[in-house]
């Protein structure tokens, strides 16, 4: 069984930054990949920002609408990922979900608010 844990999520005003984690109950490099992925009230989840497993070290991709804002990376003890969201905007308001895929099963969070908010 394998559990996620994410937290980071608060209000925040335009313009504002967050860090975003997600703790893992095993190390992220036994990951296939991992992702944050968020839900919108009214839209589908989509994704944010993933990094996939290659050798020994990761590639990461972005949604369009985080490009050059967010970031995403892991530990160096490889059991936490990250997601550093600048510049945040009101469209960015949603519930964050990480989610860490292994040999074909995927495995969620429980999610973590963020409001971007004046």
């Known amino acids: 069984q394998v559990q996620l844990v994410e937290s980071g999520g608060g209000l925040v005003q335009p313009g504002g930054s967050l860090r975003l984690s997600c703790v893992a109950s095993r190390s992220i490099f036994s990951f296939d990949a991992a992702a944050w992925y968020r839900r919108a009230p009214g839209k589908e989840r989509e994704l944010v920002a993933g990094?996939?497993?290659?050798?020994?070290?990761?590639?990461?991709n972005y949604a369009d609408s985080a490009k050059g804002r967010f970031a995403i990376s892991v530990d160096n003890a490889k059991v936490t990922v990250y997601l550093q969201m600048n510049s945040l905007k009101p469209d960015d308001t949603a519930v964050y979900y990480c989610?860490?895929?292994?040999?074909?099963?995927?495995?969620w969070g429980q999610g973590t608010q963020v409001t971007v908010s004046s």
């Open positions: 989610m860490a895929g292994l040999q074909g099963s995927n495995y």
């Open positions: 990094i996939t497993r290659r050798g020994l070290g990761f590639t990461t």
